[in-house]
Protein backbone atom coordinates (compact mmCIF):
# COMPACT_ATOMS: atom_id res chain seq x y z
CA UNK A 1 0.00 0.00 0.00
CA UNK A 2 1.23 3.89 -0.98
CA UNK A 3 0.47 7.02 0.21
CA UNK A 4 -0.06 10.01 -1.98
CA UNK A 5 0.58 13.52 -1.00
CA UNK A 6 0.21 17.30 -2.79
CA UNK A 7 -1.54 20.39 -2.39
CA UNK A 8 -4.14 22.17 -3.80
CA UNK A 9 -6.52 24.39 -2.62
CA UNK A 10 -7.50 25.10 1.28
CA UNK A 11 -10.60 22.83 1.84
CA UNK A 12 -10.76 21.53 -1.90
CA UNK A 13 -12.70 17.87 -2.07
CA UNK A 14 -10.22 15.42 -3.50
CA UNK A 15 -11.51 11.97 -5.23
CA UNK A 16 -9.09 8.84 -6.31
CA UNK A 17 -10.84 6.81 -8.52
CA UNK A 18 -9.22 3.55 -10.13
CA UNK A 19 -9.73 3.84 -14.28
CA UNK A 20 -10.84 0.59 -14.24
CA UNK A 21 -13.82 0.96 -11.32
CA UNK A 22 -12.50 -2.11 -10.26
CA UNK A 23 -12.42 -0.67 -6.34
CA UNK A 24 -14.39 2.13 -4.40
CA UNK A 25 -12.97 5.36 -4.70
CA UNK A 26 -11.02 7.34 -2.05
CA UNK A 27 -12.35 10.46 -1.04
CA UNK A 28 -10.43 13.30 1.21
CA UNK A 29 -10.22 17.03 2.01
CA UNK A 30 -7.15 19.35 1.96
CA UNK A 31 -6.66 21.15 5.34
CA UNK A 32 -6.41 24.45 6.27
CA UNK A 33 -3.58 25.21 3.89
CA UNK A 34 -4.68 22.96 0.92
CA UNK A 35 -2.18 19.62 1.98
CA UNK A 36 -3.64 16.78 1.77
CA UNK A 37 -2.14 13.16 1.91
CA UNK A 38 -4.52 9.72 0.82
CA UNK A 39 -3.39 6.63 2.72
CA UNK A 40 -3.54 3.25 1.45
CA UNK A 41 -3.14 2.88 -1.58
CA UNK A 42 -3.48 0.00 -3.78
CA UNK A 43 -0.64 -0.52 -6.74
CA UNK A 44 -2.23 0.95 -9.65
CA UNK A 45 -3.59 3.80 -12.10
CA UNK A 46 -5.91 6.47 -10.44
CA UNK A 47 -7.46 9.89 -11.73
CA UNK A 48 -7.21 12.09 -8.98
CA UNK A 49 -9.57 14.86 -8.86
CA UNK A 50 -9.52 17.89 -6.78
CA UNK A 51 -12.77 20.38 -6.48
CA UNK A 52 -13.71 23.71 -4.65
CA UNK A 53 -14.97 27.27 -5.48
CA UNK A 54 -16.93 25.96 -8.20
CA UNK A 55 -13.80 24.61 -10.37
CA UNK A 56 -12.32 20.95 -10.94
CA UNK A 57 -9.07 19.47 -11.96
CA UNK A 58 -8.05 15.82 -12.85
CA UNK A 59 -4.44 14.29 -12.82
CA UNK A 60 -3.17 10.89 -14.15
CA UNK A 61 -1.65 8.79 -11.10
CA UNK A 62 0.07 5.80 -11.88
CA UNK A 63 0.76 4.11 -7.88
CA UNK A 64 3.86 1.82 -7.25
CA UNK A 65 5.13 3.14 -4.34
CA UNK A 66 4.46 6.45 -1.76
CA UNK A 67 4.52 9.78 -4.06
CA UNK A 68 4.40 13.23 -3.60
CA UNK A 69 2.73 14.59 -6.69
CA UNK A 70 3.16 18.32 -5.80
CA UNK A 71 0.48 20.91 -6.25
CA UNK A 72 -2.82 20.88 -8.02
CA UNK A 73 -3.69 24.30 -9.12
CA UNK A 74 -7.12 24.73 -9.44
CA UNK A 75 -8.53 27.58 -11.89
CA UNK A 76 -11.58 30.18 -10.64
CA UNK A 77 -14.37 28.85 -11.65
CA UNK A 78 -17.61 30.79 -12.85
CA UNK A 79 -20.99 30.30 -13.39
CA UNK A 80 -22.67 31.58 -16.45
CA UNK A 81 -26.09 30.83 -17.49
CA UNK A 82 -27.07 32.45 -21.11
CA UNK A 83 -30.14 33.03 -22.76
CA UNK A 84 -29.12 31.56 -26.08
CA UNK A 85 -27.86 27.87 -25.54
CA UNK A 86 -26.38 26.49 -28.80
CA UNK A 87 -27.01 23.42 -29.63
CA UNK A 88 -23.98 20.96 -29.79
CA UNK A 89 -23.06 17.36 -30.67
CA UNK A 90 -21.02 15.41 -28.08
CA UNK A 91 -17.59 15.18 -30.16
CA UNK A 92 -18.29 19.76 -30.75
CA UNK A 93 -18.89 19.93 -26.76
CA UNK A 94 -16.02 18.11 -25.76
CA UNK A 95 -13.41 20.02 -28.40
CA UNK A 96 -14.76 23.48 -27.35
CA UNK A 97 -15.11 22.38 -23.81
CA UNK A 98 -13.07 25.28 -22.18
CA UNK A 99 -15.42 28.04 -23.54
CA UNK A 100 -18.91 26.11 -22.43
CA UNK A 101 -17.82 24.98 -19.49
CA UNK A 102 -20.23 26.42 -16.69
CA UNK A 103 -22.81 27.40 -19.39
CA UNK A 104 -26.04 26.03 -20.75
CA UNK A 105 -26.22 24.18 -23.58
CA UNK A 106 -28.51 21.58 -25.88
CA UNK A 107 -26.52 18.28 -26.43
CA UNK A 108 -27.13 16.18 -28.94
CA UNK A 109 -25.76 12.54 -28.99
CA UNK A 110 -26.65 8.29 -28.57
CA UNK A 111 -28.10 7.55 -25.15
CA UNK A 112 -26.21 4.89 -23.28
CA UNK A 113 -27.69 3.59 -20.00
CA UNK A 114 -26.23 1.87 -17.36
CA UNK A 115 -24.47 2.67 -13.85
CA UNK A 116 -23.52 6.26 -15.12
CA UNK A 117 -26.04 6.82 -18.04
CA UNK A 118 -23.77 9.30 -21.14
CA UNK A 119 -24.57 10.52 -23.92
CA UNK A 120 -21.74 9.03 -26.85
CA UNK A 121 -20.17 9.48 -29.99
CA UNK A 122 -17.19 8.46 -31.47
CA UNK A 123 -14.71 11.18 -32.12
CA UNK A 124 -11.71 12.16 -34.16
CA UNK A 125 -9.82 12.84 -31.29
CA UNK A 126 -9.51 11.71 -27.55
CA UNK A 127 -9.14 13.64 -24.32
CA UNK A 128 -6.26 12.87 -22.33
CA UNK A 129 -4.95 13.28 -18.66
CA UNK A 130 -1.30 12.49 -18.87
CA UNK A 131 -1.12 8.90 -20.01
CA UNK A 132 -4.76 8.31 -19.64
CA UNK A 133 -7.21 8.65 -22.78
CA UNK A 134 -11.19 9.27 -22.12
CA UNK A 135 -13.79 8.05 -23.45
CA UNK A 136 -16.07 10.37 -26.17
CA UNK A 137 -18.65 10.69 -24.09
CA UNK A 138 -20.63 12.67 -21.62
CA UNK A 139 -22.49 12.08 -18.51
CA UNK A 140 -25.07 12.70 -17.48
CA UNK A 141 -26.74 13.93 -13.52
CA UNK A 142 -30.71 14.81 -14.31
CA UNK A 143 -30.16 16.90 -17.58
CA UNK A 144 -33.78 17.93 -19.12
CA UNK A 145 -35.32 17.92 -21.89
CA UNK A 146 -35.16 21.31 -24.27
CA UNK A 147 -37.50 23.64 -24.83
CA UNK A 148 -39.36 22.87 -28.96
CA UNK A 149 -37.53 26.25 -30.20
CA UNK A 150 -34.40 24.52 -30.40
CA UNK A 151 -36.56 21.38 -32.59
CA UNK A 152 -35.29 22.60 -35.49
CA UNK A 153 -31.58 22.71 -34.97
CA UNK A 154 -31.38 19.49 -32.79
CA UNK A 155 -32.92 17.95 -35.62
CA UNK A 156 -30.36 18.93 -38.09
CA UNK A 157 -27.87 17.53 -35.57
CA UNK A 158 -29.83 14.24 -35.17
CA UNK A 159 -29.57 13.75 -38.88
CA UNK A 160 -25.66 14.34 -39.04
CA UNK A 161 -25.38 11.84 -36.73
CA UNK A 162 -27.54 9.23 -38.01
CA UNK A 163 -25.70 9.55 -41.15
CA UNK A 164 -22.38 9.19 -39.64
CA UNK A 165 -20.28 5.61 -39.21
CA UNK A 166 -19.63 3.27 -41.82
CA UNK A 167 -22.73 1.90 -43.78
CA UNK A 168 -24.94 -0.43 -42.04
CA UNK A 169 -23.46 0.41 -38.83
CA UNK A 170 -25.27 3.63 -38.35
CA UNK A 171 -26.73 4.10 -34.57
CA UNK A 172 -30.86 3.65 -34.37
CA UNK A 173 -33.24 6.34 -34.18
CA UNK A 174 -34.39 6.44 -30.58
CA UNK A 175 -31.39 6.42 -29.20
CA UNK A 176 -30.16 9.57 -31.06
CA UNK A 177 -31.64 12.27 -28.27
CA UNK A 178 -30.97 16.09 -27.27
CA UNK A 179 -30.53 17.12 -23.72
CA UNK A 180 -30.08 20.55 -22.11
CA UNK A 181 -28.42 21.35 -19.58
CA UNK A 182 -25.12 23.03 -17.76
CA UNK A 183 -21.77 21.62 -19.54
CA UNK A 184 -19.10 20.99 -16.95
CA UNK A 185 -15.47 19.75 -18.19
CA UNK A 186 -12.67 19.79 -15.32
CA UNK A 187 -9.48 21.38 -15.81
CA UNK A 188 -6.79 19.15 -16.35
CA UNK A 189 -7.36 17.55 -20.00
CA UNK A 190 -6.14 17.59 -23.43
CA UNK A 191 -6.70 16.97 -26.74
CA UNK A 192 -4.81 14.10 -28.62
CA UNK A 193 -5.10 11.38 -31.70
CA UNK A 194 -8.23 9.19 -31.48
CA UNK A 195 -7.07 6.58 -29.95
CA UNK A 196 -3.68 5.96 -29.02
CA UNK A 197 -3.71 6.40 -25.06
CA UNK A 198 -1.30 3.82 -23.03
CA UNK A 199 -4.29 3.53 -20.69
CA UNK A 200 -7.77 4.15 -20.85
CA UNK A 201 -10.76 4.84 -18.41
CA UNK A 202 -14.31 4.34 -18.51
CA UNK A 203 -14.66 7.90 -16.99
CA UNK A 204 -17.12 10.33 -18.42
CA UNK A 205 -14.49 13.25 -18.98
CA UNK A 206 -17.21 15.51 -18.83
CA UNK A 207 -20.97 15.52 -17.61
CA UNK A 208 -24.04 17.79 -18.22
CA UNK A 209 -25.64 18.58 -15.08
CA UNK A 210 -29.54 19.86 -14.20
CA UNK A 211 -29.57 23.73 -14.43
CA UNK A 212 -31.21 23.29 -10.12
CA UNK A 213 -27.94 20.89 -9.35
CA UNK A 214 -25.66 22.30 -6.66
CA UNK A 215 -22.85 19.60 -6.88
CA UNK A 216 -21.02 20.40 -10.64
CA UNK A 217 -17.90 17.32 -9.96
CA UNK A 218 -17.36 15.74 -13.32
CA UNK A 219 -15.58 12.75 -10.90
CA UNK A 220 -18.53 11.52 -8.68
Known amino acids: ?3 IRGSTAAGASLRLTPVDGSSESIASKADGIGRFELQNVPAGWYVLSASAFGSEIVKAVHVDASIDIGPLDLPIGSMSVQDGAPVLAVCEA ?6 ISYKRVVIVGIFKSGM ?3 LRLDCPFQ ?4 EIGWPSSIG ?3 PSSPPDSFSEEIERKRQEILKSGP ?3 QPRPERVVALAGIFVAPAGLTAGPCCRAPVETNLPPARLFGVGEKDLRVIR
Open 94 to 99: LENRDT
Open 127 to 130: LVTG
Open 140 to 142: LTH
Open 1 to 3: MAT
Open 116 to 118: DET
Open 167 to 169: PGS
